[in-house]
């Protein structure tokens, strides 16, 4: 069992890592360079882009974190409480409210609304109000799941080293 539990903690510390490290890298060079495209450009690429990362490869991080974090969580509650245990349980918190609640009630309804925006039909002034519409409110949200995920992987990896 012990054996298991230090397995799952090391799935959960590689799942947080990459789901931090995409938002992260999201942050730092894709919104930067969509940032610069033209009005159209841009609800072209996020549209895309939204579509594209839909697959395997993501969920095995974003939800492989919503499903870890708890179970690794609850393998380390002990009597009397350990530190391992608090710091996984505030990285579960955090990533449930900050990067999974914040996507899906923030980020994706904004993408699913940009998905019913008909870039083709629309005229310039109509394109650049979806910009607008979208582009600041989705970077804030962005944002504020980009610092969750990275405080939770720190989190994850204290109680990896401190348990």
Same mark, same amino acid.
């Given at each position: 069992?012990?054996?298991?539990?230090?397995?799952?903690?090391?799935?959960?510390?590689?799942?947080?890592?990459?789901?931090?490290? +995409?938002?992260?890298?999201?942050?730092?060079?894709?919104?930067?360079?969509?940032?610069?495209?033209?009005?159209?450009?841009?609800?072209?690429?996020?549209?895309?882009?939204?579509?594209?990362?839909?697959?395997?490869?993501?969920?095995?991080?974003?939800?492989?974190?919503? +499903?870890?974090?708890?179970?690794?969580?609850?393998?380390?509650?002990?009597?009397?409480?350990?530190?391992?245990?608090?710091?996984?349980?505030?990285?579960?918190?955090?990533?449930?409210?900050?990067?999974?609640?914040?996507?899906?009630?923030?980020?994706?309804?904004?993408?699913?609304? +940009?998905?019913?925006?008909?870039?083709?039909?629309?005229?310039?002034?109509?394109?650049?109000?979806?910009?607008?519409?979208?582009?600041?409110?989705?970077?804030?949200?962005?944002?504020?799941?980009?610092?969750?995920?990275?405080?939770?992987?720190?989190?994850?990896?204290?109680?990896?080293?401190?348990?």
């Amino acid at each position: 069992m012990r054996k298991m539990t230090s397995e799952i903690l090391i799935l959960t510390a590689i799942t947080a890592a990459l789901i931090a490290g +995409l938002f992260y890298a999201y942050s730092c060079s894709v919104n930067i360079g969509l940032a610069r495209l033209s009005n159209a450009g841009y609800i072209a690429a996020m549209q895309a882009i939204n579509k594209a990362i839909l697959n395997p490869l993501f969920f095995v991080s974003f939800i492989g974190s919503l +499903l870890l974090l708890p179970v690794s969580t609850f393998l380390h509650y002990q009597q009397p409480i350990s530190n391992r245990f608090i710091f996984l349980l505030i990285a579960t918190i955090i990533y449930i409210i900050g990067s999974f609640g914040v996507t899906i009630f923030g980020n994706v309804p904004l993408n699913e609304m +940009l998905a019913r925006f008909n870039l083709q039909a629309a005229s310039d002034e109509e394109i650049a109000n979806q910009r607008t519409k979208f582009e600041l409110p989705w970077n804030r949200l962005h944002t504020i799941r980009t610092i969750a995920s990275v405080i939770s992987l720190v989190m994850v990896l204290i109680a990896c080293v401190k348990g």
